[in-house]
């Protein structure tokens, strides 16, 4: 069962920045392939949305509410996303996302909060 771990969450100002953090791992120890990785958010009293996705390493997708300030980035069986600018909007749970060989996985989420 391939689980994904986040880090990197935390309480910035805004115009401040924070990089999340995500690895993938399969507990059993078996070989696994990741397709897409991404991050999704929620604030409180939203839906999840997409913030960014990137898929085979090199091809990445925003959200156009965060574009030119945050970039996805990735290797093998880890994500990043590099936060910069960040807005009070932007404060919500972060989730990690994956699809591992046509299943979507999803990690515990981390807190970002965007304040003065």
């Known amino acids: 069962q391939v689980q994904l771990v986040e880090s990197g969450g935390g309480l910035v100002h805004p115009g401040g920045s924070l990089r999340l953090s995500c690895a993938a791992s399969?507990?059993?120890?078996?070989?696994?392939?990741?397709?897409?990785m991404g991050w999704y958010r929620q604030a409180p009293g939203k839906e999840r949305e997409l913030v960014a996705s990137i898929t085979n390493g090199d091809s990445a997708n925003y959200a156009d509410s965060v574009k030119g300030r945050f970039t996805i980035s990735g290797h093998i069986h880890t994500v990043y996303l590099q936060m910069n600018s960040l807005k009070p909007e932007d404060t919500a749970v972060y989730y990690c996302n994956a699809w591992v060989s046509g299943d979507e996985v999803w990690g515990q989420g981390t807190l970002v909060t965007v304040s003065s």
């Open positions: 399969e507990t059993s120890g078996r070989v696994f392939r990741v397709n897409t």
